[in-house]
């Protein structure tokens, strides 16, 4: 099985005498592909020849080291001849060379240094080496490895995980790119897991290696990987696409390490200030839920710490900066995720998104710059969104939909000379924000204008405010088709003259259950009323800030789930004692909770 794609490339010296570029009948040095200068063979060439002397050239398979399998025996398999310098030039079959052998391999990559070539051409599907020998204005030998696909066999597909972390099956991708010798040219893929194929699960490399003689015995596992290691994965193919698979030893990062996680500065609603905001997202994590964000002054960190690594050491401050700069952020792992991720950046306040307030925008995006837009239906149903870029020179239009915690929902990419018209179908819903992102690949940093138009009865709406039971909530992972998995944060208080406050296990949004999982920051920062508060089972973390200055708070009841309180959570510096009730049987670990976040005058019961 092929893990990853590899066009192998061998080396050969080739010299050309020639001074015509022109395809016609010409004179020219005889090529050695076996590596020899010659100047011994003076022979016609009808080709396109380029002056050349001694220099290096490489032999691949078309652009693709895969053909397909068409029911005959191997023929008319592209060689191309590449150079640093001088372009390149396809050696024809039958012309140029002939395949006067082969050697079946166990794989792409193999190489069977003593087993001798079998006379004669590959007639059925498998990884191969054969064997070419230069013809006419060619002469020696070279040896090339290729694979005879089956495009409907999933044992010839490259597999991969995207982001190298598994933390579901919708990650997995299986591709191939293969020469169709009948049509003349290389086709390309994309499988998709549930249509043409099924996950079946994964297996560490201890349990597959204990169990291989008895494969009954495997547990095949759909969790996401936690920790970091070798891995076995089953797939089945679905329909036209045959056979079940192992994917063996295929290296993946632990997903509980907060280290292994890609972070990016993201534009965020906040339904209080009803603003735009920067704030520090992953598309598969939830910030308060699975991580927390603290921040010091670039100055601060030294420049060895730049290239080794950042320390905890200094003086983080929870949440976000209040003013634009150059920071360090510290991203910490919650509950389940461990370690913590830090890197300098520089944070600007601004970071506000285009709005799409109509069916229709004009604006402008460089290399260097692209755009975020802002769109928020005021109707829930399906909408095609067009982009048209008019550059000047041939260039790629990317174009990507992300919901609110900027997990994408669907990108395209598309590529013309001069105007690329881009077109992505998605159903949005009412109230909810999504953000639609335009780049180029036309490095010329010129300004392309575009257009932006959405089908389908668009107008913008201010995003919606979720409340319930007096508290203001916000998505943080948007519900399934059937309802379920849906989860949000409380964000603070509608009416702020309320002194009893009770936070749900789950909300109701447009008739789907969503659970509330954790209190977000500052959610009742300075508070000057609120004096009881109960939290439900479902919560499972308490972030910074979240009842911080709250004087009146005279008692905090917690659900049987909480897993991490973070600093300064409860801190006040002056009020009424805090009485602190806890489910009896997690009293020693609440207690030393409470205690790690730095929390002052209280009592726990």
């Given amino acids: 099985m092929r893990i990853r794609k590899s066009i192998l490339t061998l080396f050969a010296a080739i010299s050309i005498a020639t001074t015509s570029i022109n395809p016609v009948n010409i004179y020219a040095w005889g090529h050695d592909l076996s590596g020899e200068y010659s100047n011994d063979m003076f022979s016609p060439i009808n080709t396109k020849a380029h002056i050349n002397e001694h220099y290096n050239y490489s032999i691949n398979t078309s652009s693709s080291d895969y053909i397909k399998y068409t029911g005959k025996e191997l023929s008319n398999v592209p060689i191309l001849y590449t150079s640093d310098t001088d372009g390149e030039y396809v050696l024809r079959d039958g012309i140029d060379y002939k395949i006067i052998g082969y ?28 064997l070419i020998e230069g013809i006419n204005s060619f002469k ?57 194929f099924t996950f079946n699960g994964w297996a560490s490399e201890d349990n597959y290696k204990k169990n291989r003689k008895n494969l009954d015995k495997i547990k095949w596992a759909k969790t996401k990987v936690d ?43 906040n339904t209080q200030t009803k603003e735009f905001e920067p704030r520090l997202l992953s598309k598969y994590l939830t910030e308060g839920k699975n991580y927390s964000v603290s921040y010091c002054s670039r100055s601060e960190i030294s420049e060895d710490e730049i290239d080794m690594g950042i320390s905890d050491k200094h003086n983080w401050k929870p949440g976000y900066p209040k003013k634009t700069g150059n920071y360090a952020f510290m991203i910490k792992g919650k509950n389940e995720y461990k370690g913590y991720n830090a890197f300098t950046v520089h944070y600007s306040k601004t970071l506000n998104p285009q709005i799409i307030e109509k069916a229709n925008l004009n604006t402008t995006i460089t290399f260097a710059e692209g755009k975020t837009l802002a769109i928020c239906p005021k109707k829930t149903g399906e909408y095609t969104i067009k982009t048209t870029a008019y550059a000047n020179a041939n260039s790629a239009l990317y174009t990507n939909i992300y919901d609110s915690t900027f997990k994408s929902i669907t990108e395209t990419m598309v590529e013309a000379d001069t105007t690329v018209n881009s077109s992505i179908k998605v159903t949005l819903n009412a109230g909810e924000v999504y953000y639609l992102t335009l780049n180029t690949s036309l490095n010329n940093n010129k300004q392309i204008p575009c257009t932006i138009n959405i089908d389908g009865s668009y107008a913008y709406k201010k995003p919606k405010t979720i409340v319930r039971n007096n508290c203001i909530y916000s998505i943080t992972k948007h519900a399934d088709k059937n309802g379920k998995k849906g989860e949000v944060a409380v964000i603070g208080l509608r009416k702020k003259s309320a002194k009893k406050v009770t936070i749900s296990n789950y909300i109701k949004i447009n008739g789907k259950k969503y659970k509330v999982t954790h209190i977000d920051y500052n959610a009742f920062i300075n508070n000057k009323k609120i004096t009881t508060v109960k939290t439900g089972n479902s919560v499972l973390s308490i972030c910074a800030g979240a009842f911080a200055g709250c004087k009146k708070l005279k008692t905090l009841v917690l659900g049987k789930n909480i897993k991490s309180i973070e600093k300064k959570a409860l801190h006040r510096t002056s009020g009424k004692k805090l009485t602190i009730k806890v489910p009896k049987k997690y009293k020693k670990t609440y207690t030393k909770l409470i205690k790690s976040a730095k929390t002052n005058n209280y009592v726990v019961k």
């Fill in 140 to 196: 020696g030998k070279e040896s090339i490895n290729i694979a005879i696909v089956e495009p409907t066999e999933l044992s010839f597909y490259d597999f991969r995980i995207i982001d190298n972390l598994f933390i579901n099956s919708g990650q997995i991708e299986l591709e191939i790119y293969y020469y169709d010798s009948e049509k003349q040219k290389d086709e390309h893929i994309t499988l998709t897991n549930g249509k043409d």
């Fill in 227 to 269: 920790n970091t290691g070798f891995y076995y994965f089953k797939i089945t193919g679905i329909s036209e696409f045959k056979n079940q698979i192992i994917i063996p030893d295929f290296y993946l990062y632990g997903a509980k390490d907060i280290s292994n996680y890609e972070f990016s500065i993201r534009p965020h609603y």
């Fill in 103 to 130: 050697i079946k391999v166990n794989d792409i990559d193999h190489d069977p240094s003593d087993t001798p070539f079998t006379k004669g051409r590959p007639t059925e599907p498998g990884y191969y080496k054969i």
